[in-house]
C-alpha cells in the first residue's frame, strides 16, 4: 500500500503538471462523481441506514441530493467562476488591465465527520475539484460502512492521479496531518478543530473549520405553536439530533412553555407514532460512545416527553426536558442527540442576553408572527446563520453562503 507521502507526491506531480486546471478536466470530474451517486445509490443509502439508521428517504434527502445539487451549480457556474474578474484602475494605470484570477490551491486535505458521512466529504470535494485542485479525501471511521463505500468507490469513478481516499481515525489523520498541503477542509467538533488548525499552522496552511456549537431557539409568545413545534420538532429529531446545525435548547417565557410542551409532544407522537423505537424514521446514536455522552446528558432537568433509552441498540427517544438550569450538564456542550432542552425566560431581552454571554452559534433560530421581533432578535444576535419560523431550512439556499463566526 502506498504511503502518505507517495499518495501525495502522485498527486502533487499531476497538479504541477496542470491536469486539473482545464475546466472540460474539472466538469469530466464532476460528472463522475454524479455517476458514482447514481450508480451506487442504493448502496449508499444502505450504508447511511447501517451506520446511523437513517431511513432511505432522509439519507436521499440529506445527502445524496444535496451533493447532486452542489455538482450541478458547480457545472452550470464554472465558466463564470473561472472568468478573471475585471477590476477599476487608478489614475496613474490608466491605460492599463487590472484583474482578479482565480488559481487553484493544490492538493487539498479533507478531513469530514460521521454524521452526515456522505454529504460532508463529497460537497467539500465538489468545491475543490471546481477550483482545479488535487484532493486527499479522510471519511469518519466512525461511519464505517459509508466510508468503505467511499475509499473503494470513489476510486473506481475519480482520476486517481488527482483524488485519493485515505482511512482510518486518529492515528491516521495525525500522519496525514504532519505532512505539507496547500489547504485544509476540516469539518468536527471544536477540540479536533484546534489539534488540525495548530497542524496546519506549522506548514502555514491556509484551511476552513466548519465546527459545532450550542444553537438557540427562541419561541416568542405569539407565536403559531404548533406550526413551531413541528418545525422544531423535526429539525431537532432529524438524524437523532446529530446534525451541527440543529436547534439544541429551546428559550421561551413561562406563559408559553406549558403550551410548547404539549404542541411537542403531539408532534412527536404524530412524527414517529406512539414508540419512537419502532419508527423506521428515527435515526441512532453513531457509537457506543455517544450513546453514553448523549444519555448522561439525561440527568439534570426534568423529563416531560421520552427519556427512554436501549442501549444494544443506541437508541434515545426524542426526549423533551424542562426546568433546566444553566449549569446542567445538557447546557455546558453541544448536545448532538434527540434531547430537546426548554429553559424559561422572561422576554425577548433576557433570551438575547442568554445567548449574547455565550459562543456565537454557527444557527440562530426565532419564532414569532411578529416580524419587529424578528428583526430586533436578528440585529441583537449574531451567528452564522439565522432562520425565522424554521430549523435548518437555510441550509437548502444553494446561493446563501454557510459557516460559522468566531469558533
Ligand atoms: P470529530 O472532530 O471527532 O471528527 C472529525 C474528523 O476528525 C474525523 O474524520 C476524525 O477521524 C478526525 N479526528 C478525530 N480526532 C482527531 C484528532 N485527534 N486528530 C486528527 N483528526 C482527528 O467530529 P465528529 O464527532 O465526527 O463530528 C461531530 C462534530 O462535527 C460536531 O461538533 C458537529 O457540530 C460538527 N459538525 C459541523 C458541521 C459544520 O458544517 N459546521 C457539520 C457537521 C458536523
Redesign the pocket.
Known sequence: MASYSDILDRLRRSFSEGKTRPAQYRVAQLEALGRFLDENKTELVQCLKKDLNKSPFEGEITELSMVKSEINLAINSLSSWMKDEPVSTNMAMYLDTAFIRKEPFGVVLI??????PVQ?TLIPLVGAIAAGNCVIM?????SQNTEKVLSEGLARYLDQDCFAVVCG??EE??RL?AEKFDYIL????????K??MTAAAKHLTPLTL????KNPCYVYDDSDIKNAARRIAWSRFLNAGQT?LAPDYVLCSDKIKEKLVAALRTTIQDFYGEDPKQSPDLGRIVSDRHFQRVASLLKGGKIVVGGQTDESERYIAPTILIDVAESDPVMQE?I?GPILPIVTVSGLDEAIQFINKREKP?AAYAFSTNSQIINQFLDRTSSGSFCANDGIMQTTIMSLP?G?VGE
Do not use: A, M, R
Open positions: 478531513i469530514s465527520p460521521w454524521n452526515y460532508l479522510k471519511p469518519s471511521e466512525i481515525g486518529v489523520s495525525t496531518l476540516f469539518t468536527g467538533n471544536p477540540t479536533v478543530g489539534i488540525v466548519e465546527l459545532g456549537g451541527c453541544e448532538f454557527l454557510f460559522g
